[in-house]
């Protein structure tokens, strides 16, 4: 099985930057990925790493280290839209994927 | 029209009752999934299935049945519903691709009294 921890809560300015930590145990990987959930609704994928460095997309950007068990999702020129659950999974050898329980991001103005 | 779609939407329903969750997908994709939201918990998976003939239990199975019916259909039903069984559930489809990400339905939220 998967034991992904994750900060509950974080709390940042418009405009600044957030860094999401997830760390994870896994008896098999075969990726990572970030998902946002906007309170009442489903879950959209944000991004996917199954090798280790930095996947970038636009203002946010994935990193992950296999060796580390070790993944960050960063969050550039936040705006208040950002203000959302990030969800760190990981897939397992057998294609399953376990979530953290989430990480709570309040955007301030 | 969303892609996955779920009913109900919200229900609620007493202690000992019969419930299903149905789910409906237009992607053509294989596989099909059934997890359920807690807060402080994050999703859990209950059932999943590669196919229409393959289904297997997740890691919170007990109290829950499922049935695919179709390629485009997952359906989840809780034969005695408990209040413990009180949770937002989501159905989530998976194709083929490299990164082989989730996509969500809209959720169904059960209260179970």
């Known amino acids: 099985g998967q034991n992904i921890d994750q900060p509950t809560e974080m709390t940042a300015t418009e405009g600044a930057i957030v860094q999401i930590n997830c760390t994870y145990q896994?008896?098999?990987?075969?990726?990572l990925f970030w998902y946002q959930q906007h309170a009442g609704e489903a879950p959209t994928f944000l991004s996917y790493n199954v090798l280790d460095g930095l996947e970038e997309k636009g203002r946010f950007s994935s990193f992950l280290s296999r060796s580390k068990g070790y993944s960050y999702l960063l969050l550039k020129e936040l705006q208040m839209k950002d203000s959302a659950s990030y969800l760190c999974a990981v897939r397992d050898g057998d294609y399953k994927l376990s979530f953290g329980a989430g990480t709570t991001v309040t955007v301030r103005a | 029209d969303a892609d996955v779609t779920q009913t109900p939407r919200n229900r609620i329903t007493k202690t000992g009752k019969r419930i299903m969750l149905e789910c409906s997908q237009t992607k053509g994709h294989d596989r099909m999934y059934w997890y359920r939201q807690d807060p402080g918990l994050g999703l859990r998976l209950i059932y999943y299935?590669?196919?229409?003939?393959?289904?297997n239990k997740g890691e919170i199975s007990d109290g829950y049945s499922v049935s695919r019916q179709a390629q485009a259909k997952f359906s989840l039903s809780l034969e005695s519903a408990i209040p413990n069984q009180t949770a937002l559930y989501f159905c989530?489809?998976?194709?083929?691709?490299?990164?082989?990400?989730?996509?969500f339905g809209e959720g169904s939220r059960l209260t179970v009294l």
């Open positions: 989530a489809t998976r194709g083929g691709e490299e990164t082989g990400e989730l996509f």
């Open positions: 896994t008896s098999g990987f075969n990726g």
């Open positions: 299935s590669f196919d229409v003939k393959d289904i």
